[in-house]
């Protein structure tokens, strides 16, 4: 997984849309994060962490390329919408789920 600066994921984010436009997705998973590298230690060992910010780690993969950025609060509010506006840019081909009309419903069943 390569970890990007905030702008350079958002570049990256684009081509992996652009290269699963046709055929393919891209997954997109967000979470909190505390700046640990190593896991929580057990019950029997205690460990003073105190994270200095709330940050939020964003990845993204094609299922061959994984990218992944960490957002920090100060940098949230520019992200989000740089983020939403790349969302907005790319969710026109999505497919129409077919609704089935209540109509032929209650006529079937009746």
Not at 16 to 39: E, H, M, N, W
Not at 81 to 107: C, F, I, P, V
Request: glycine residues 4%; hydrophobic residues 30%; contains cysteine.
């Amino acid at each position: 997984m390569v970890l990007l600066e905030n702008d350079s994921f958002l570049t990256e984010l684009t081509r992996l849309f652009q290269k699963c436009r046709t055929s393919g997705s891209v997954a997109i998973t967000l979470k909190k994060y505390d700046g640990r590298t190593k896991p929580v230690p057990r019950k029997g060992q205690q460990e003073s962490y105190e994270p200095a910010d709330n940050k939020c780690l964003l990845r993204a993969s094609d299922g061959k390329k994984k990218i992944s950025t960490v957002v920090s609060t100060k940098e949230v509010i520019k992200f989000q919408m740089a983020y939403s506006n790349l969302l907005r840019a790319h969710m026109d081909g999505l497919k129409k789920k077919d609704k089935k009309s209540k109509s032929k419903k209650t006529k079937a069943t009746q």
